[in-house]
C-alpha cells in the first residue's frame, strides 16, 4: 500500500532530507539526474538584456488602468441614465408651461385624457415623460390619450405641433383623426389645419405614417401631405414647382380605382425626366408602395442614384412584390430608419 | 500562522521584486537563483530536457518584463510557476511522442557525460513524465535540483504534509514503473550503487 510507505518523522525521512542516507535506487536517480541540475546563477549578459519598467511606462499603465475604469463606469452611469430616461410610471402627469405674447408663463399638469388647448398668441411646451418635448402652436389643441413606459399617446385635434423625441422607435405616436404617426427617433412638425389641410414634415430621423393599412416612412428633410383618402409620397424641402406637380400627377393617376398604366408610365418618364438625385428617397418610396413601377422609367433611374443594377432578375423580383428585393434597396440608404440613435441630439 | 523563518523569506521576495521593478540586476539574479529549481523542473516534466533550461531564462525574461503586472509580490513563486506552465505549453518541442533517438540527437551533452547515462536518463524522465503532475513537480524538485521537502514546500507554497505525500507517492509510482519499464537501469547502475 501507497500509504504504509509513507514516512511520519521527516527527521529520518531521505526523500525529506537528502542529506540523509537513502536506498539504492533513490541514490541512482539522484546520480542520473543530477546533470541536468539548472544552473543557479544567470548569464550576466541575460540580465544585462532585462530591460526593467521605466517610470513613465508604469505610469502610463497606471494612466491607462484608471482611464479603463473611468470609461467602464461612464458606460454604466450612461446606461442607467438611459433606463431612467425611458422608464415612466403609468399614467403619471407631464408638465406644461403655457405661455402668451406678453412673456407670462403658468405651469400645470396634464392627465390622460385631459387636453391643451392655446388661443391665439398663445403657445404651450410640454415634457413627454422624460423622452422629449412637444410644442404646441397657437390655435392648436392636443390631448393626452395615455402615457407609460414605452408607450406615450397624444391626438392632435387641430392646430399644429412640433414634437422633439429621443428614444427607441415607437416610444411616441400622434394620432390625426384616422392617420398614426409614429416617431422613430426624430424631430417633426404635425399640422391639421382648419381648411383640411394635414401634413407632416421631418426635422431630423425618420417618421412612420400609418395611413388607411399603408405605411410610408418619411426622412428627415421630408415632409408628407395627407389628403383625405390616403397619403401621397414624401417629397424633399426645396424640391420644384414642376417636379411637385408631375408627382401629384402620378400620385393621383395611382390612387384612381381605374388603373390607366399607359398614362401611369407616360407620368412616370416625366417625372423621370425632371428628377436628380437629391430625389431618390421620394422615388424608392413611390417603387416600395406601388411595386408595378419597376416596369417603368422610375427604376432604371433609381437605380443608377443607388449604385445598383439588374441583377439576378431583381426588376422582376421587385415587380413581383419581393420583400428581399425591396429591402436590398432601401439597405443602401445611408441614414437607416433604425438607427434611432444616432439622433442623440435630439435627446436636448 | 507562518513560522519567523517563512515570514523573512517573504519579505525578502518582496524586497527582491521591488528592487527588480526598479532594475536592480541584483535583484533579478536573487530571484532566478531562488525560483529558477521550480521553473526548470516544471519546463523539465513538459519539455524536452535539452530544451528546459533555455525554456527556463525565457521564462524569467518574460516575468521580468511583465512585473508591473503581479499585483501581490510575494505570489511571485505561484505566479512565475503559471508562466512556465504556459511557455511549457507554447514549446514547440513537447516532451510527449519524443522518441529516445530523437532525444539524443536534440540534447546537448554538457549535462551527461556518457551515451549510457544518457539513456538511463531518457527513461528516468519519460518514468516521471507518466506521474500525475503534483508528482511528478515534486520528484523533479528533490531528485534532480536536489532540493529538501522543506525547501519544496517553500517554493511551491504546498503543504509539508502534501509535499511529503507527493513525494512518497509519486517515489512508489516511479519504482513501480521503472521496475517494468526500466529493468535496464537497475542493473546497469548496480555495481555503482553499492549499499
Redesign the interface.
Known sequence: MVSESLSTNTDKDPLWDPTLPSDALVQALEQTLKPLRVKPNLPKEFIRSVQPMRPRQLASKRVVRWLSLAAGLSILALFLGHQYRLSWPTSKAWTSVFSDASGQASHIALLPGEHVRTATAQFSELRVARIGSIKVAQNSELQLLETSAGQHRVKLNYGQMRAKIWAPPGYFAVTLDDVDIIDLGCEFELWKHPDGERGLQVQSGWVEARVHGQEILVPSGHRLSINAQTATTPVRMGASTKWLAQLQILDALLASKNIDSDAINLSAQKLTALSSEADRYSLLSLLTRFPALADSAIYPRLAGYLGQSDQGNHRSAWRAGDQRAINAWWAKLPNQPKQWWRHWADAW | MQSPQADQTQRQIIDWVQS????S?RA??DL??RF??L??SIL?GRCR?AH??EL??EC??VA??R??QLNDPEKFGPWIATIARRIAVSDPHPSEGVTSQESVMSHSVD???TPE?YL??EK??QALMTLPEAYREALTL?????????EIAALTGLT?DSV??N???G?????QK?SVKGAD??RN??P??G?
Request: aromatic share 8%; charged share 30%; glycine share 4%.
Open positions: 527588480a521593478r526598479r532594475g540586476q533579478y539574479a532566478y537563483r529558477s529549481p521553473v526548470h523539465l530536457h528546459a533550461e527556463t531564462q524569467f525574461a521580468f518584463a512585473l508591473d549535462a551527461v557525460s547515462q538511463d536518463v528516468v524522465l528533490r531528485l534532480v535540483e536536489g532540493l529538501s521537502g522543506r509539508h511529503r505525500v513525494l512518497h507517492r517515489m512508489d509510482k516511479l519504482r521503472l537501469l537497475q547502475k548496480e555503482n550503487y549499499e
